[in-house]
């Protein structure tokens, strides 16, 4: 058995008593650097279309370098500064600009449509329990199914033409934005609701002043998320039964392109599809974002 100066087990060890530190010339005092200065370069750093753009250019730099010095076939893989040449002509001396004019459009019509749609199913699900299990239902039978399965029946009904394309375009908005949306209801604070009711709120009323502001994270990313599902399934439409009425949009360009074995085309069509979600992204949605949830403090 040890003896000495052991102590017992659960015995409460003692405290330490440390020396207090005074400073009395406050002009000495040092707490850090609470606030500096920021450099040229750190305040352009932190300038988020400065950060993308670097990524951007590194892409563009990485394809340029590695198609120049491996001495690539153009055939199979053509360099940045070719196939920008490409889309600069087919822009300004061929008929690109119409052909992603008349895509645009019909994305317009179809993204609107299925917002529409999408709204009345929320205001239904809103006032009745059975809209919300009828969206919870529905959105778990066709948010998976992808839109471009659906063209078959679509053109089968339609025929070859816009509506066929606005068909699947709704279907690509409609069960993307009503979930996101009905997740973004069910979330808001239950104090948030008796506000509302305090306040007398009903009906559409009640939705937009109480609900649509506190669910708007959640409707933007799924908004988001439809435009690009339609952008995708429209131009995959487009490639699978190509023209309409005479005339095709940029998906049918890449296809042209493809079957004349126009590389340079294939890839300038490539980059409207990109650059056209750039823009949408960093332009609309983002700068929705800027002047709503980011400036009420609800997303960083």
């Known amino acids: 058995m040890s003896t000495g100066s052991a102590k017992p087990k659960g015995s409460i060890p003692e405290l330490v008593i440390r020396p207090e530190y005074e400073v009395s010339d406050i002009a000495q005092a040092k707490t850090g650097d609470v606030a500096r200065k920021l450099s040229l370069v750190e305040r352009i750093w932190n300038i988020n279309g400065v950060r993308k753009a670097v990524i951007l250019l590194s892409l563009v730099a990485t394809w340029q370098g590695y198609t120049v010095g491996f001495d690539v076939e153009p055939l199979m ?6 196939s920008l040449t490409t889309l600069y002509n087919a822009l300004f001396h061929g008929d690109l600009i119409y052909k992603v004019w008349f895509s645009v459009k019909v994305l317009l019509i179809g993204y609107s449509a299925g917002l529409i749609l999408a709204a009345l199913l929320i205001l239904w699900a ?10 919870a239902m529905a959105t778990a039978m066709f948010n998976p199914l992808p839109a471009i399965a659906l063209l078959p029946l ?5 025929g070859l033409g816009t509506a066929s394309l606005v068909f699947v375009l709704i279907h690509s908005v ?6 996101s949306t009905h997740s973004g209801f069910e979330n808001v604070s239950h104090t948030l609701r008796m506000i509302g009711r305090n306040y007398g709120l009903k009906g559409i009323l ?7 502001p506190a669910a708007l994270p959640s409707i933007l990313a799924g908004m988001k998320i439809g435009w690009a599902f339609a952008w995708r399934t429209l131009i ?3 490639l699978v039964f190509g023209a309409s009425s005479g005339s095709g949009g940029l998906g ?11 590389t340079d085309g294939v890839f300038a069509g490539l980059f409207m599809v990109i650059l056209f979600g750039i823009v949408v992204e960093n332009v609309v949605f983002r700068n929705i974002e800027l002047r709503t949830v980011n400036r009420w403090g609800m997303q960083r």
């Open 77 to 82: 893989l053509p360099s940045f500064l070719v």
């Open 126 to 135: 809103t006032a009745n329990r059975f809209g919300s299990d009828f969206i």
């Open 154 to 158: 679509a053109m089968l009904w339609f």
């Open 174 to 179: 409609l069960w993307a934005v009503a979930l």
């Open 206 to 212: 009640y939705v937009l002043k109480i609900l649509v």
């Open 236 to 238: 995959g439409a487009e």
């Open 252 to 262: 049918w360009y890449i296809f042209e392109s493809s079957q004349n074995i126009d």
